[in-house]
C-alpha cells in the first residue's frame, strides 16, 4: 500500500494533490497559531512531549521519568526539592533519557531485534530484590517491590525489555575496542606532563559592600532569587513503639508446652555417642587386613595408606545410625565397638572393605527434663515472642485497614504516642537542624515522606526486636519562606551575591593586567583592596594521579586543562570568590617504547573508547529515526511539576 502512494505521488495528478493539502496544513497552522497553541506536527501539545520515529513521549511519561529521577537524587540528597531538581536541568536530562529509550526501542522495532518474554522473565528472577527468605524469586516479594516503589509489571517489563536491546545493540559497539598504539603512547606520554603556573583567589567576602543595604534593594533582591529561599518539604510524625513487654504473660511456657516440647524433641534427648575416625576403603578384605596387622605393628596408619598408594581420610562427629545408613550396619558396629585409638576390624560396604583408626569418642548421656526445662523454656519463650509479636502487628493493622485510628490502637492496647518535627526528610529537625528524629524512626522516614496525612503504618524496627506504628501528622510543603522570617538571611545573600559580582570584575581586571605584562603579584598589588597572594604550582600529571583518594581540587584541574601562556578565571563555588589561573609553562618529556605506563593507558582507554562508540551509535540512531519535541508541552510538565 505505501509502494502505491510513493507511486501515486510521483505523477502530476499526485504531486499536484499533495502541494494542496500541504497548502491546507499551512493555512491550519497559520490560523490555528500553532506556536502558542501547543499542536506539534499532530501531536498535542497537552498529550506528547517528544516523537521518536514512530515511538511518541507522553507528558505523563516524562512526570513519572523526573519524579523518579528526583527520587535517585534524594537517596543522596533527601531535603532535595522539585524546583532545585529542575533549576539544574533535571527535566532535560530525564527527557534525554526518555529519548534515548524510546529510539533503541523504536530502532529495534525497525530493525526485527526483539527480547521476548521469556528473555524478560529470566532477567526478573536474577534481580536479589525479588527473592525470599529461600533464596529463590518469590512472587509475592515482587508484587511487595513494585507497591513500594509504586511501578507497575508492565512498566518494569518494559524497562528491561529496552535494556535488554539495549545490550544487543549497543554493548556489541564497544566491546572490544582497542587504542591505536600512537594514541596511547601520546596518552602515557601526558603523565611525564609538568606544569608550571599560579593560582589565585579574589575572595567575595573582600569585595562584599559592608554598608547598610537598601530595603528595596533586599526585597527586590529577594523577589528575583526567591527559589533560593525554598524552604524543604517538613513533617510531623506521631509514632508508637511497642515489643515483647506489651504481650505481658502470653510469652511465659506452660509446663504442658515444656513437656510437649520435651517429647517430641525426645531423640535430641536421648543418650547418644559419636566417634572421630580416620579411615580407608580397599577392595579386599586380605588387603584391609595386612594393613591392620602392619599398623597393629606400629607402623602409622596414614604412611601405610600411602605405600599402597592409598589416602587415608579423617572423618569427624559421625553417629552410629548415620554410618550405618551412609556405609552398612557391619562397618557401624565394627567402628563403635572399638576404643579409642585402636584399629577396627575390616567390615564390608558396597564400596569395599573398611578400615579406620578411632581418634576420639564424645558420648553424651541422656537428658531428663528437669535437666533440660530452662534451655526448652528460652526457646518456647523466643518462639511465642516472635509470633506473639506478628500476631499482634497484624491484629493492629487489621484494625487500622478497618478505619480505626492512630490514637485508638495507641489506647486500646496501651502504648504512649510521641510526636516529633517538624522533621525533614533527611531527619533533621527543622528547628533544630542540630538534631534529629529519634533512631527508632530513621528507617520509616523515606515511607513517612510519601505518605498522606494521618494514614497509618505499622514497620518491624531493630531485626524484629520492636514494631513501630506511626503516622504523619501535618505537612507543610516545600515554599519560598516569608520575606519577614528571613530577612536577615537574605541580605548575607545579597552581599555574598554582590561580593561574588565585584571578585568577578576584580578577576577580569586581573587577568587583563597579566595580558598586558604584568605578573601576577603586580596584577593582584594592583587592586585596591588586599588579597591574598597567588599560589605557585609545580607539578606533573602523575603528582595529580596520586591524588586520587583525594578530589581533585577545581583549579588544579583547569591548570592541567589550559594552554601555555594562557590565563582563565574560575567560580570557586559557595559564593566563596573567583579564581584566576594562570599557565606560565607545560614541558613534556619522551617516554620509553616499552614504558609500564603505555599498556596501562591502552587499558584505562579501551573502555573509554567502547563507551564513546556505543554513545554514537545511539546519537546515529537518534538521527536516523528523527526527533521532534513539543516544547508547549514540556513546559506545561515543568509548571506541573512547580505546583504552578
Known amino acids: 500500500m505505501f509502494q502505491f502512494f510513493r507511486n501515486f505521488f510521483k505523477t502530476k495528478l499526485g504531486l499536484a494533490i499533495a502541494l494542496a493539502f500541504l497548502g491546507l496544513i499551512a493555512l491550519a497552522f497559520a490560523s490555528a497559531d500553532v506556536s502558542s497553541t501547543g499542536t506539534f506536527g499532530g501531536i498535542a501539545g497537552g498529550d506528547r512531549v517528544a516523537v521518536v520515529g514512530d515511538e511518541k513521549i507522553s507528558t505523563s511519561d516524562l512526570l513519572r521519568g523526573a519524579n523518579n529521577s528526583l527520587d535517585r537524587v534524594r537517596q543522596e540528597q533527601p531535603t532535595a526539592t522539585m524546583r532545585e531538581f529542575l533549576r539544574d536541568g533535571g527535566l532535560n536530562s530525564a527527557l534525554e533519557a526518555l529519548i534515548n529509550r524510546a529510539a533503541i526501542k523504536a530502532y529495534a522495532d525497525e530493525h526485527g531485534i526483539r527480547a521476548g518474554d521469556n528473555l524478560v522473565n529470566s532477567e526478573i528472577r536474577m534481580i536479589p530484590a525479588f527473592r525470599g527468605p529461600d533464596g529463590n524469586f518469590s512472587e509475592d516479594t515482587y508484587r511487595q517491590a513494585l507497591a513500594q516503589q509504586r511501578i507497575t509489571d508492565a512498566q518494569v517489563r518494559e524497562d528491561l525489555g529496552i535494556g535488554l536491546l539495549s545490550q544487543q545493540m549497543l554493548f556489541p559497539a564497544g566491546f572490544g575496542a582497542t587504542v591505536p598504539d600512537k594514541l596511547a603512547y601520546r596518552y602515557a606520554q601526558l603523565f611525564k606532563e609538568r606544569r608550571e603556573g599560579s593560582i589565585a583567589l579574589l575572595p567575595a567576602a573582600t569585595y562584599a559592600p559592608s554598608g547598610e543595604p537598601d530595603a528595596e534593594v533586599l526585597r527586590a533582591f529577594y523577589d528575583n532569587n526567591r527559589d533560593d529561599f525554598v524552604r524543604p518539604e517538613r513533617r510531623t510524625i506521631r509514632y508508637a513503639t511497642f515489643d515483647s513487654a506489651a504481650l505481658g504473660d502470653r510469652i511465659e511456657p506452660t509446663a504442658a508446652e515444656i513437656a510437649a516440647r520435651y517429647e517430641r524433641d525426645a531423640e535430641q534427648y536421648a543418650a547418644s555417642e559419636t566417634r572421630d575416625f580416620t579411615q580407608l576403603i580397599v577392595p579386599t578384605e586380605a588387603a584391609a587386613n595386612s594393613i591392620r596387622q602392619r599398623v597393629e605393628g606400629g607402623a602409622p596408619f596414614e604412611q601405610v595408606a600411602r605405600e599402597a598408594g592409598l589416602r587415608a581420610a579423617p572423618v569427624v562427629d559421625v553417629a552410629r545410625e548415620g554410618l550405618a545408613a551412609q556405609a552398612s550396619p557391619a562397618v557401624a558396629a565394627a567402628y563403635f565397638s572399638a576404643a579409642r585409638g585402636e584399629m577396627t576390624r575390616p567390615a564390608r560396604s558396597p564400596l569395599g572393605w573398611h578400615l579406620a583408626r578411632i581418634d576420639s569418642i564424645d558420648s553424651r548421656p541422656a537428658q531428663s527434663l528437669a535437666q533440660v526445662r530452662g534451655e526448652i523454656a528460652d526457646s518456647l519463650r523466643e518462639e511465642k515472642r516472635v509470633r506473639g509479636l506478628a500476631d499482634l502487628a497484624t491484629e493492629i493493622e487489621d484494625q487500622l485497614a478497618d478505619g480505626a485510628t492512630l490514637a485508638e490502637v495507641a489506647d486500646e492496647i496501651d502504648l504512649e504516642l510521641t510526636t516529633v518535627g517538624p522533621a525533614l526528610a533527611n531527619g533533621r529537625l527543622f528547628e533544630n537542624p542540630q538534631q534529629t528524629v529519634p533512631e527508632v524512626l530513621q528507617p520509616a ?17 531493630n531485626g524484629g526486636q520492636t514494631y513501630l506504628v506511626y503516622e504523619v501528622g501535618d505537612i507543610t510543603p516545600a515554599a519560598v519562606a516569608p520575606y519577614a522570617e528571613i530577612e536577615e538571611l537574605v541580605e548575607a545573600r545579597w552581599r555574598a551575591s554582590e561580593g561574588m559580582k565585584a571578585a568577578q570584575a576584580a578577576a577580569d581586571r586581573v587577568i587583563a593586567r597579566l595580558r598586558n605584562g604584568d605578573s601576577i603579584a603586580d596584577a593582584l598589588a594592583a587592586e585596591d583592596r588586599r588579597v591574598p597572594p597567588a599560589q605557585s604550582i609545580d607539578m606533573t600529571r602523575e603528582d595529580l594521579a596520586r ?17 601555555e601562556g594562557t590565563v582563565k578565571k574560575l567560580d570557586a563555588g559557595g559564593n566563596a570568590g573567583f579564581f584566576v589561573v594562570k599557565v606560565d609553562e607545560i614541558a613534556m618529556d619522551d617516554i620509553a617504547q616499552d614504558d609500564p605506563l603505555i599498556a596501562q593507558a591502552r587499558r584505562q582507554m579501551g573502555p573509554l573508547l567502547g563507551d564513546e562508540y556505543a554513545e554514537q551509535l545511539g546519537l546515529a540512531m537518534r538521527q536516523e529515526l528523527g526527533v521532534s519535541r513539543n516544547q508547549t508541552a514540556i513546559d506545561a510538565v515543568r509548571r506541573q511539576l512547580t505546583g504552578n
Open 445 to 461: 522516614l523515606a515511607t513517612a515522606f510519601q505518605m498522606d496525612e494521618e494514614e497509618p503504618e505499622i514497620a518491624p524496627v
Open 547 to 563: 591524588q586520587r583518594e583525594r578530589r581533585i581540587p577545581p583549579p588544579i584541574a583547569l591548570l592541567f586543562s589550559m594552554a
